[in-house]
T-cell receptor, first 112, second 114 residues
Framework: GENVEQHPSTLSVQEGDSAVIKCTYSDSASNYFPWYKQELGKGPQLIIDIRSNVGEKKDQRIAVTLNKTAKHFSLHITETQPEDSAVYFCAAGHTGFQKLVFGTGTRLLVSP | DSGVTQTPKHLITATGQRVTLRCSPRSGDLSVYWYQQSLDQGLQFLIQYYNGEERAKGNILERFSAQQFPDLHSELNLSSLELGDSALYFC?????????????FGQGTRLTVV
């Protein structure tokens, strides 16, 4: 089955810096890669996703890149702000099925 | 607010007991997913229902079961509870049964088994 590894487990940056979180997946059939943000006391919220027919997707300060050959994908946050502090999860799945496999999460701390 | 409602928010119970967690999906969503989030772990997919029928099963223990009712709310039943079952249990809902529509998560039920 699919296995998703996520690094780093914690990431501390200064406000205004960029943050990068990396994930690798094992199943070459996976074609859907979402990223979720989980704030304290809340459920995960989808922030951006990418499908295997594109290599990069941007939404304001957030971007995701996908390298299908290497089976890894990354989340890039530019101009970080304190409100970006949260736990971020990557996931992988196949759009023909229902199951998402999640990484173990990255705790991002943005210091003012 | 995602529109997904989970009750109760917190639950403390003893080993060997049985509990029921409840989830009301967003209005119009037909698919409900259950996930378990243990300490320092990612989210583990447990089970999915679509319009009342089971659609996919993940790493769900035999002591756990779920169902989706005609009004589309879902319940996750956990029995013969063990200390290791302590975790956050999330419900998510989506319009369709595949991954082509966004899944919205509830705020979770924190289960503590003592």
């Amino acid at each position: 089955g699919e296995n998703v590894e996520q690094h780093p487990s914690t990431l501390s940056v200064q406000e205004g810096d960029s943050a990068v979180i990396k994930c690798t997946y094992s199943d070459s059939a996976s074609n859907y890669f979402p990223w979720y943000k989980q704030e304290l006391g809340k459920g995960p919220q989808l922030i951006i996703d990418i499908r295997s027919n594109v290599g990069e997707k941007k939404d304001q300060r957030i971007a995701v890149t996908l390298n299908k050959t290497a089976k890894h994908f990354s989340l890039h946050i530019t101009e970080t702000q304190p409100e970006d502090s949260a736990v971020y999860f990557c996931a992988a799945g196949h759009t023909g099925f229902q199951k998402l496999v999640f990484g173990t999460g990255t705790r991002l701390l943005v210091s003012p | 607010d995602s529109g997904v409602t989970q009750t109760p928010k917190h639950l403390i119970t003893a080993t060997g007991q049985r509990v029921t967690l409840r989830c009301s999906p967003r209005s119009g969503d037909l698919s409900v997913y259950w996930y378990q989030q243990s300490l320092d772990q990612g989210l583990q997919f447990l089970i999915q229902y679509y319009n009342g029928e089971e659609r996919a099963k993940g790493n769900i223990l035999e002591r756990f079961s779920a169902q989706q009712f005609p009004d589309l709310h879902s319940e996750l039943n956990l029995s013969s509870l063990e200390l290791g079952d302590s975790a956050l249990y999330f419900c998510a809902s989506s319009l369709r049964q595949d991954l082509n529509t966004e899944a919205f998560f509830g705020q979770g039920t924190r289960l503590t088994v003592v």
